[in-house]
Structure formats: C-alpha cells, structure tokens
C-alpha cells in the first residue's frame, strides 16, 4: 500500500489503498479487499468524531435500505460499501434540476422506510441541532437586533415543539450526499439527527453549494417544497419553514467559523426562502 496511509485494521484484510478526498469530516480513501471488491474507508477527524459516530450509528441501523453499508467499524476508521462515483450533483449537470430532486425524494423514501429495529439512542434530536441558532438569536436580541437569526430561531422553536412524523433523519441530504452505483441510488456520510422528517429536506434547497442561479431562485424553490411536501404527505409550509430556519442555522455556523463569504451565501438563500413562504 502507498507510504503514508494510516494502518487499517487487519481484519478488514485490505488489499490497497487510494485517498481520493480529504474532508472537514476525515481522510476518504478508496480500497481494495482481499476478495477483489472495492470499499471506502474514512479516518476521521477529532473534530467531529462525535458527529461522525452518530451518522455511523445511523449506517449500522438502516443496514444498508437507502443507504450505502457500514461493513467495519475500529476507533475513528469506517469501513463502508463503495456506493459509486457519479453524484446526484453530476446527474443534475446533464439531466436538470427537476430530475434530480425527484430522485432525492425517491432516495428520501427508501431511508425513511420504517424499521423494526429501535433507532440508536446516540442520534441527535433538534433543540440541540439548532443549539448555534438559538444562541446567534439570543445575542441579537441582546444587542437589540431583530434579523433573520431571531425570526427563524422563534419558527425553528415553534416547529420544534409541533414535531410530526419523528424519526431517525439523514441530516445531511444534499447533492454530493446522494450516489449511483451498482445499488442504484444511496446516500452516504449522514449526521445521524432524530426528528421531524420535513427536516430531513432542508438542506437541499441550499445545494448545489455554488449554483446560485437554482439556489436563490424563488421559481426552483416554490417547485422543489412542492415535490417535497408530496413526499412527506406535508404541507408546503412546512417544508419551506424548516428550510428558513436550517438556512438560518447554516449561516450560524457560518459566522462562528469566521466564513463571511459562506454566510452571506446562505442568508442570500434564506432571503429567497422567506419570499417564497410568504406567498405559499
């Protein structure tokens, strides 16, 4: 294997090794069993150790229905089902916009599908998810301040307290989250959250990260809640509700990381959000 890989655990019988991404998250590397099959294996950062546990946990629920397979776990390393190459981020460059949110609510139900097995109790519920929200809201109001962060802090915690539908949740649901391979479609590299499903959702409506033109687009965000409320049997406001305050919540964590760029980029998002919700 190259020089400078970390030591995988011997049982996993690792073959060799590529790193094909570095992330906030972990190392990503691509590797090569014993048996000839290919496999992914992350090494993760101290950082968000905890979190990526939690979306590990989620993995080993779901067993792969959805998702890609958690085959090995050791310490901060994961060893996962390699799940494919072609993202739903390249799928909507040649296919559109429309075909791809489709395809999200298709993977949107196959992970939501309901299990008898109990769900992990390590997964996240949503008053500590939105924690940076309701602080950046608490200084606001402090500072005599009544911007976004107030008023999606006070719907987050009004949706918070009128939770439907709860369950274990992606928390994470994006374009670079979504695959293809052998499987068909699956996500990878959840957060591992507990709450309500039209949550699950909320993240889409700032992604792709860099597509501005779909991202702020009021016609693109009014079509793709109603897609998703269809698939949540939920109402459109809802859904445009719970993506107000997680784009707001985004912003958030924007700040505390000092990304000035990427928090005006998401409140540009949330404006457009809130113009659409006002006439839903």
Excluded at 222 to 232: D, Q, R, S, V
Aim: glycine fraction near 8%.
């Amino acid at each position: 294997m190259r020089a400078g890989n970390p030591p995988f655990p011997a049982e996993w019988r690792i073959e060799s090794a590529e790193p094909i991404a570095d992330t906030v998250a972990g190392s990503v590397y691509e590797v090569t069993l014993s048996d000839g099959a290919c496999a992914i294996v992350k090494h993760l950062k101290p950082k968000v150790l905890e979190d990526s546990l939690r979306g590990a946990d989620f993995l080993a629920w779901r067993n792969g229905i959805g998702c890609v397979k958690l085959l090995g776990r050791s310490g901060a390393m994961l060893l996962m089902e390699h799940g494919g190459k072609t993202t739903l981020r390249d799928h909507l460059e040649t296919h559109g916009d429309d075909d791809a949110t489709r395809i999200a609510a298709d993977v949107l139900r196959a992970y939501h599908r309901p299990s008898q097995t109990p769900p992990p109790a390590s997964l996240q519920p949503l008053p500590r998810y939105f924690a940076s929200l309701f602080d950046k809201a608490a200084r606001d109001r402090k500072e005599g301040s009544a911007g976004p962060y107030v008023e999606a802090a006070a719907m987050a915690d009004a949706l918070i307290a009128d939770q439907r539908d709860i369950r274990p949740l992606h928390g994470d649901l994006h374009h670079e989250n979504i695959i293809h391979g052998s499987r068909g479609w699956l996500v990878i590299d959840p957060a591992g959250l507990i709450g309500d499903a039209a949550l699950d959702v909320a993240n889409m409506f700032s992604n792709p990260l860099d597509r501005f033109d779909l991202t702020r687009n009021e016609e693109r965000i009014a079509k793709m809640a109603g897609i998703f409320a269809e698939t949540l049997g939920r109402d459109v406001r809802t859904i445009l509700r719970y993506a107000f305050a997680y784009g707001c919540l985004s912003a958030a964590w924007h700040e505390e990381d000092g990304s000035r760029q990427e928090r005006a980029n998401e409140l540009a998002v949330v404006a457009a959000v809130r113009n659409v919700l006002r006439q839903a």
